[in-house]
């Protein structure tokens, strides 16, 4: 019997590790950045053995029930669910980390913002349908890099433009299609390798947190030296006559103060 880690893959069964893939995004099982990242694995596989590695933690064949629906820009169905919006009207308004997307997404930003991050979503759709509109604010859709970024409509004293590194020619990936309208706004589909990490902002609180504690370099902080036989922790405590705080001033029966020359 031939060992599975030397015997190289076919096409054929390079296309049957997708198309399951596809099933258990559909599914819930995968979410938009595994969906990509494991079909770009995929697409590169050299042997058998890799190929079972990419779906080694999703049901067997014929398990899954259903066809996934192929990737491809086409019409949504009429009678659907209703379309999600995220409005933001003169503030903010973020979605990030785990969420489930089985509808079109709306996104309107009238002097204000509006970021949906795809990364982490679990994609049950086919194709992600999207509709953003942008007046005097902006829209950012966040995706990872190696999806498919179908993007048009209109701009008006504002921009619409997508910054997604593509994936190579042949590949059956994901489908993110935007139609975008622009009034003195911004409409932009961005990359991973445009976008922050999904962890940075935790990791950048955190070492803030450990620099101001000190232990930034491993070093604590230094404890104060204990006081001698004539010092005290009060630092406003003084011995002698001069308890005041503020400038010396000379005893008047000393003299005129500043001292005056003489024959004055």
């Given at each position: 019997m031939n060992d599975?880690?030397?015997?190289?893959?076919?096409?054929?069964?390079?296309?049957?590790?997708?198309?399951?893939?596809?099933?258990?995004?559909?599914?819930?099982?995968?979410?938009?950045?595994?969906?990509?990242?494991?079909?770009?694995?995929?697409?590169?596989?050299?042997?058998?053995?890799?190929?079972?590695?990419?779906?080694?933690?999703?049901?067997?064949?014929?398990?899954?029930?259903?066809?996934?629906?192929?990737?491809?820009?086409?019409?949504a169905p009429q009678g659907g669910r209703a379309r999600r919006w995220f409005?933001?009207?003169?503030?903010?308004?973020?979605?990030?980390?785990?969420?489930?997307?089985?509808?079109?997404?709306?996104?309107?930003?009238?002097?204000?913002?509006?970021?949906?991050?795809?990364?982490?979503?679990?994609?049950r759709t086919g194709v992600v349908d999207i509709v953003a509109a942008a007046v005097m604010g902006d829209v950012k859709i966040i995706v990872p890099d190696g999806v498919d970024v179908d993007l048009e409509g209109i701009a008006i004293m504002g921009d619409k433009k997508v910054q997604v590194l593509e994936a190579p020619p042949g590949m059956n990936v994901p489908v993110i299609r935007v139609k975008a309208y622009a009034v003195m706004g911004d409409v932009r589909v961005i990359g991973d390798s445009k976008a922050k990490p999904v962890k940075k902002a935790w990791a950048a609180w955190r070492e803030q947190w450990r620099e101001l504690r000190g232990e930034l370099m491993g070093e604590p902080q230094r404890p104060l030296p204990p006081p001698g036989p004539h010092q005290h922790l009060d630092p406003h405590w003084h011995s002698g006559p001069q308890q005041r705080s503020g400038p010396h001033r000379p005893d008047p029966s000393q003299g005129p103060y500043p001292p005056q020359p003489p024959g004055y």
């Amino acid at each position: 019997m031939n060992d599975p880690g030397v015997i190289r893959a076919s096409d054929a069964e390079r296309e049957a590790v997708v198309e399951r893939l596809r099933v258990a995004s559909v599914e819930g099982r995968l979410t938009l950045g595994e969906l990509t990242e494991r079909t770009e694995a995929a697409y590169t596989a050299v042997t058998q053995a890799e190929l079972a590695v990419i779906t080694s933690d999703l049901p067997a064949d014929g398990r899954s029930q259903g066809p996934a629906p192929a990737y491809a820009p086409d019409p949504a169905p009429q009678g659907g669910r209703a379309r999600r919006w995220f409005v933001a009207v003169m503030g903010d308004s973020k979605r990030r980390g785990k969420w489930r997307i089985d509808q079109g997404l709306g996104a309107v930003a009238v002097m204000g913002d509006v970021v949906l991050d795809l990364r982490e979503a679990e994609v049950r759709t086919g194709v992600v349908d999207i509709v953003a509109a942008a007046v005097m604010g902006d829209v950012k859709i966040i995706v990872p890099d190696g999806v498919d970024v179908d993007l048009e409509g209109i701009a008006i004293m504002g921009d619409k433009k997508v910054q997604v590194l593509e994936a190579p020619p042949g590949m059956n990936v994901p489908v993110i299609r935007v139609k975008a309208y622009a009034v003195m706004g911004d409409v932009r589909v961005i990359g991973d390798s445009k976008a922050k990490p999904v962890k940075k902002a935790w990791a950048a609180w955190r070492e803030q947190w450990r620099e101001l504690r000190g232990e930034l370099m491993g070093e604590p902080q230094r404890p104060l030296p204990p006081p001698g036989p004539h010092q005290h922790l009060d630092p406003h405590w003084h011995s002698g006559p001069q308890q005041r705080s503020g400038p010396h001033r000379p005893d008047p029966s000393q003299g005129p103060y500043p001292p005056q020359p003489p024959g004055y």
